[in-house]
DNA sequence: CACCTTTCTTAAACTAGTTTATTTTTTAGG
DNA sequence: CCTAAAAAATAAACTAGTTTAAGAAAGGTG
């Protein structure tokens, strides 16, 4: 038990803000108030597409598939959310605009909370937490650079092996069907990889 | 000439500014301190790769290329910066690793730079910039989920439509052929949808 | 304004990944 | 521990986009 501790989940935020913000005492208090505790059960959804989403998720506990549906009913898989990830429709938040994503939960989750209002008056009222998501933002976009590189300019196999070795800890949590749907192949065509790589070594 | 004018560029990069915080007159004096001017002539290259990304840009006139090459050789193009437009290459900038881009003028152009020292210097002496760039890399971020979704969802047909449409500015200043890279396909195929297209209409 | 280079178009053969369908394996939960 | 349902594997026919090549149109520089 730290000094000031606010036991689970209230510590695991801030040990992920305290990565690149320090807080003081009274601050963590406040911040902490702005978060509500929220759960859901396996293949339970967290947010479905169509209205405005209401909040932004922390998670604290389980597995989060964030993804979305093509015309033709294909699903595209953004990104899975586990322990100490940040997650929403950064967009449909933003912007108030209607979303169109799904979240999905594949294991039993917990997570945290905020509004659009709440997150506001956050900001306004501990301005430090501007630096904080400015340096979360800037890593994402640099993650999501990366990422929109690899699919225009490596094969599905790469992108396969580059997934394995980045995301151990959440490759063998996901079926290969979602798998499929991250990558951007069908579960058809990443069976057809798998047992080619399997017969190469 | 407004109260405090800086001239061009300046003014151009503080309006830009000014679009999410204020500045009071010597916070902008001291801003525009850590910005150095820079130019480039038509097909002359404004950063190679391999090297660590020194600065971070923004355009105050022309048209830059932000593009990287495969392992074969193909050209993939991650933005066309034109006038008002900041870019760089974030993940070399924010990681000091060596960088994947090239940038090279498509015009004459014009722009505004920044090194890493400076820029970390700028936000601890004026940190409301904190806000200012926490917003503008979300902004980027909803921008590159967008486009990702698109390149996996959506053919090169309807991606050409998409593109044409959100930035008719940028659409007649280029050639095909970097359209095509931007867009991730050959230039023959974008010739085939275009004739396509012309024939439907 | 004329040449030379670059860009754009057209078309045919080709390939990475999809679609559809059937069978086998794994998994959750009563 | 069993069983229904979901997931994974295999295979063949199919499609979106590539590759190669060769000719037509633009465009910048002497």
Redesign the pocket.
């Known amino acids: 038990m730290e000094a000031h501790s606010q036991g689970y989940p209230y510590d695991m935020i801030l040990n992920n803000i305290a990565r690149f913000v320090d807080l003081a005492d009274e601050e963590k208090d406040l911040f902490v108030s702005f978060w509500k505790k929220g759960s859901a059960k396996?293949?339970e959804y967290v947010l479905e597409p169509g209205g405005i989403t209401k909040y932004e998720y922390f998670v604290t506990k389980g597995c989060l598939k964030v993804y979305s549906l093509d015309p033709?009913g294909?699903e595209h898989v953004n990104m899975f959310a586990i322990e100490d990830y940040w997650t929403g429709d950064l967009a449909s938040f933003t912007l108030q605009q209607p979303s169109t994503y799904f979240i999905k939960a594949l294991e039993d989750s917990e997570f945290l909370t905020i509004t659009k209002d709440n997150f506001e008056r956050m900001l306004r009222e501990i301005p430090k937490l501007e630096r904080f998501y400015r340096i979360l933002y800037r890593n994402s976009l640099v993650n999501y650079i990366k990422r929109t590189n690899e699919g225009i300019s490596l094969?599905?196999?790469e992108r396969y092996e580059i997934f394995l070795s980045t995301y151990p800890q959440i490759a063998n949590r996901i079926?290969?069907?979602?798998l499929a749907a991250y990558l951007?192949?069908?579960?058809?065509?990443?069976?057809?990889i798998?047992?080619k790589i399997t017969k190469r070594s």
């Open positions: 396996r293949k033709s294909g094969t599905a196999e079926t290969q069907k979602d951007g192949i069908t579960p058809e065509f990443l069976s057809m798998r047992s």
